[in-house]
C-alpha cells in the first residue's frame, strides 16, 4: 500500500483519521489513567531537555488483536503537552500527534501525520484495539447479574450516590489533588481557584490522600525535595480538614472516624521520625488552624509523639529549656495576643495540663508582655486551663506583678466565662484590688471607625468587620459568628494603610452580602454570641478581648437576646396597618420575591445525618412527599432556630445604613413573629421554600 501523509492537518479529518485520532486520544487516557505515570513521564522529559533529545518514547504497549501482535508506542516530544502515538498493526500502521489536556483527557489540534492500509482494514483493526484498551464486554451472566442489581431497589440508594458516607477516593481524585498542589506550587503567591476550592469541598474523602502526598513529598530530601509542593499540601491539608470538621459539626459519624484516623496518622507519623519534625509540626499546626477538636488522649499521644528521645532531660534542665524559650519568645512579640498566637500554633500537641503549666510560667515571667497574655488563656475552650490561669492570676496579684491592662482584661473575661468558673476570678479581683492593683482604662476607639455585617448563612454564620479609613493608617478587624454556638474566630490589626484596608474590604464585599451598619448592632450581635456560648458552658475566642478593645467592646457581657422578646418588640414597632392579616399575607408574598432569590438564603435549609435518615425510605422523584417529611418532622424540631435566624435578619435590616436592607424589615419581621407564636408552619410561605431547599440539597449535595 502507498503511504500517506496528512500534511500540515489543514484539511479536515475523514472518517479513518477520526478513528485513529479516537484511538490515541483513548491510549493516552489509558496510559496517563495511573496518577504515576505522569511523574514518570515529567521525569523523561526533563532527562530529554537536559539531552536536547526531539523525541523520546515514553510507553510501548503490546496488544494482542486476532491477527496478530499489534504495539502502540507513545512517545514525547518537546513541550509539555505534545504526543506522538504510532500504531504497529499488522494490517496497517499510522502516527497520530496533538497536544494532551491532562485535566479533561482531550487530544487536542490532533493531526494524523502518515497512516498506511485501507480504510476497512484500518477500521476493523482500530476497533480490536479499542476492546482490548477499554476491557472485555459483560459476559451474559455478568449482564444479567447487572440488570438484576438494577432492578432490585434495595440495592440502589435512594437520595444522593450515598447517603450514609463518601465513596474511598479514587485515581482520578488522587490526579486532581496532584495537579491542584503543583499548580499552588509554581506560583505560591497565588490562591486555589474558585473551581478547585468547590471540588476539595465536596471530596471530603481526598484528606487521607492529601496526607499522603504531603508525606510523600515531605520525605524527600536534597534537591528532590520541593518546597513550595510541601507548602502547598500543607495548606490543602489545612482547608480540608476544616471542610471535614464542617461535617463533625453536622453529626456525621464518618466525619468523626476520618479526624481521628488522621490524628493516629499523626501520632504514628511523629513516633516514627519518617518526616523532618517541622513538617510533622506543620502537620498539627493545621488541626488548630481547622479547629478541629482534640481530646485531651490525642494531645498528650501527639505531644509525646512529637518529642525526641534525645531530646529528654531531667526535670531541672527542661525547666531551663522551657524558661529560655520563653525568654527568646518575649524577644519576638510586641503583644499579649502575639503571645497567645504563638503558642496557639502548637495547640493541638498541648495537652490542657501543659497549657496549664505554660500559665503559671507565663504569670512568674520578668516580661511583662507574657505575664499580660495570662488573662487571655482565661478563655481556653478547656476548663481546666482557665482554672489553672485563674490560680496563677491569684498568685501574681500584686502591683509589681499585676499591671492594670491585664486586671482590666480579668474582669472582662469574667463575665465571658461560664458561671462556674467565676468565683475564682472574683477571689482574684478582689485580691489584686485589694493589694493596689490599679484597673486599666479602656482605649478610646477611632469615631472613624465604620462596621460592616453580612447576612447569615444557612449555617448561622455572620461576619461582622470594622474599618478606620479615616486616617492614612487605620484598623482592620472582623469576627466569625456562628449563631447558636458563638463567637468562633477573631481577628484585628490596628496600624494598617488605608489602601491596604480597602483592598481587605474590597475583597471582603466580593465574598459576601455585606451591609454597612450601626455599631448597636455589632454589639448586640456579639453580646448575643458570647452568651450563647457561655450558656452552652463554652467561652468566646481570645481574639474577641483584642477586638473589644479595638472597637470600643468595654460593655460586652453575655447576653444572650430572649428571641421571643425581641420578636414581639418588632411586632410592636411596626405600623398598625403592618400588622393586619391582610399585610401580613402580603408581606409573606413580597418577602419571598426577593428572598427566593438571594444567594445567602438560598443556603437556608436543613441537613446532616438525620434529615438524610428521614428522607431515606421515599424514592427520589418523590419531592412533593420528601418536602412534606421536611414540613411535617424536620422543621418544627428547628422552629426555634428558624426564628431566631429571621429575628436576627430582622435586626439587621434595621440597622443598615443602605435603605434598601432597611426596607426589608417589614418583610422579615412577620415571619419571625408567626415562628415565635402558634402559626402552622405551612401558613409561613418561606418555611415551604427551606423545606424545598432542603429537598434540593439532600438530592444534589453531598454529605
Not at 121 to 139: H, K, N, R, S, Y
Not at 412 to 421: C, F, G, Y
Not at 638 to 652: G, I, N
Amino acid at each position: 500500500m502507498a503511504k500517506r501523509k496528512t500534511g500540515h492537518g489543514a484539511a479536515k479529518p475523514d472518517a479513518t483519521d477520526q478513528l485513529l485520532i479516537e484511538l490515541a486520544t483513548s491510549a493516552l487516557a489509558s496510559f496517563f489513567f495511573d496518577p504515576d505515570q505522569e511523574e514518570h513521564y515529567q521525569t523523561a522529559l526533563s532527562g530529554m531537555r537536559q539531552r536536547g533529545t526531539a523525541r523520546v518514547e515514553i510507553a510501548g504497549l503490546p496488544i494482542e488483536v486476532p491477527e496478530g501482535e499489534c504495539v502502540l508506542r507513545i512517545e514525547a516530544l518537546k513541550t509539555w503537552t505534545q504526543f506522538s502515538v504510532a500504531v504497529e498493526h499488522p494490517a496497517f500502521s499510522a502516527t497520530i500527534e496533538g497536544l494532551w489536556d491532562f485535566d479533561h483527557e482531550e487530544l487536542r489540534r490532533p493531526q494524523v501525520m502518515a497512516r498506511t492500509g485501507d480504510a476497512a482494514a484500518i477500521e476493523g483493526g482500530v476497533e480490536a484495539i479499542m476492546e482490548a484498551l477499554e476491557g472485555p464486554d459483560l459476559d451474559d451472566e455478568e449482564y444479567q447479574d447487572l440488570m438484576d442489581a438494577l432492578a432490585d431497589d434495595s440495592e440502589v440508594p435512594l437520595i444522593g450516590d450515598d447517603p450514609k458516607e463518601p465513596p474511598p477516593a479514587t485515581s482520578l481524585d488522587r490526579s486532581r489533588v496532584k495537579a491542584i498542589a503543583k499548580r499552588l506550587a509554581r506560583d505560591p503567591e497565588a490562591d486555589m481557584s474558585i473551581e478547585d476550592h468547590g471540588w476539595l469541598e465536596q471530596t471530603p474523602q481526598t484528606l487521607p490522600v492529601i496526607t499522603d502526598l504531603l508525606v510523600e513529598a515531605a520525605s524527600a530530601t536534597g534537591k528532590q525535595r520541593d518546597e513550595n509542593l510541601v507548602q502547598a499540601y500543607q495548606d490543602m491539608l489545612a482547608r480540608q480538614l476544616e471542610f471535614v470538621r464542617y461535617r463533625l459539626d453536622n453529626g456525621w459519624e464518618w466525619a468523626i472516624r476520618m479526624l481521628d484516623e488522621f490524628q493516629q496518622r499523626l501520632i504514628a507519623l511523629g513516633e516514627s521520625k519518617s518526616i523532618p519534625q517541622d513538617d510533622w509540626f506543620a502537620m498539627g499546626a493545621a488541626l488548630t488552624e481547622a479547629r478541629v477538636p482534640v481530646s485531651n488522649e490525642a494531645q498528650i499521644a501527639l505531644a509525646n509523639a512529637g518529642f525526641k528521645t534525645e531530646q529528654m532531660a531531667p526535670p531541672e534542665a527542661l525547666m531551663g529549656m522551657v524558661r529560655t524559650f520563653l525568654d527568646e519568645l518575649a524577644g519576638m512579640v510586641s503583644s499579649p495576643a502575639e503571645v497567645i498566637e504563638s503558642l496557639k500554633n502548637s495547640a493541638a500537641m498541648m495537652p490542657a495540663n501543659l497549657r496549664g503549666f505554660l500559665a503559671t510560667e507565663l504569670s512568674l515571667s520578668p516580661h511583662a508582655v507574657l505575664r499580660d497574655a495570662v488573662p487571655l488563656m482565661l478563655l481556653d475552650a478547656d476548663s481546666v486551663v482557665r482554672r489553672d490561669a485563674a490560680l496563677a492570676l491569684e498568685q501574681t496579684a500584686r502591683p509589681d506583678t499585676m499591671s492594670p491592662d491585664a486586671l482590666r482584661r480579668t474582669i472582662t473575661a469574667r463575665n465571658w466565662l461560664p458561671p462556674a468558673d467565676r468565683p475564682a476570678l472574683d477571689s482574684v479581683i478582689r485580691k489584686s484590688r485589694l493589694a493596689g492593683v490599679e484597673i486599666g482604662g479602656w482605649p478610646a476607639p477611632s469615631a472613624g471607625i465604620e462596621y460592616h455585617a453580612t447576612m447569615i448563612d444557612g449555617s448561622g454564620a455572620q461576619s461582622l468587620l470594622a474599618a478606620d479609613r479615616s486616617g492614612k493608617r487605620g484598623l482592620f478587624a472582623g469576627l466569625l459568628l456562628r449563631h447558636g454556638e458563638g463567637v468562633a474566630d477573631a481577628w484585628g490589626e490596628k496600624d494598617l494603610p488605608r489602601r491596604q484596608i480597602n483592598d481587605l474590604l474590597r475583597d471582603a464585599q466580593l465574598g459576601g452580602v455585606f451591609a454597612q451598619v450601626r455599631k448597636s448592632y455589632v454589639d448586640a450581635m456579639v453580646q448575643h454570641a458570647i452568651g450563647t456560648a457561655v450558656e452552652s458552658g463554652k467561652t468566646p475566642s481570645e481574639g474577641v478581648l483584642t477586638i473589644a478593645e479595638l472597637i470600643g467592646g468595654a460593655d460586652w457581657k453575655d447576653r444572650r437576646l430572649d428571641i421571643k422578646e425581641e420578636a414581639e418588640r418588632l411586632w410592636g414597632e411596626l405600623p398598625e396597618a403592618d400588622r393586619t392579616q391582610q399585610a401580613v399575607e402580603t408581606a409573606f408574598k413580597r418577602g419571598l420575591g426577593w428572598m427566593t432569590k438571594d444567594q445567602i438564603i438560598a443556603s437556608w435549609f436543613e441537613d446532616g445525618p438525620k434529615v438524610r435518615e428521614a428522607l431515606a425510605s421515599l424514592p427520589r422523584t418523590d419531592k412533593i412527599g420528601m418536602a412534606a417529611v421536611v414540613m411535617n418532622d424536620i422543621l418544627p424540631a428547628a422552629r426555634a432556630q428558624w426564628a431566631e435566624r429571621f429575628v436576627l435578619m430582622a435586626m439587621w435590616c434595621q440597622a443598615a445604613i443602605d435603605q434598601k436592607f432597611r426596607s426589608r424589615a417589614r418583610d422579615l419581621i412577620p415571619v419571625a413573629h408567626a415562628l415565635v407564636g402558634d402559626t402552622p408552619l405551612d401558613g409561613i410561605p418561606i418555611m415551604g421554600v427551606i423545606a424545598g431547599q432542603t429537598v434540593r440539597a439532600v438530592l444534589t449535595g453531598s454529605w
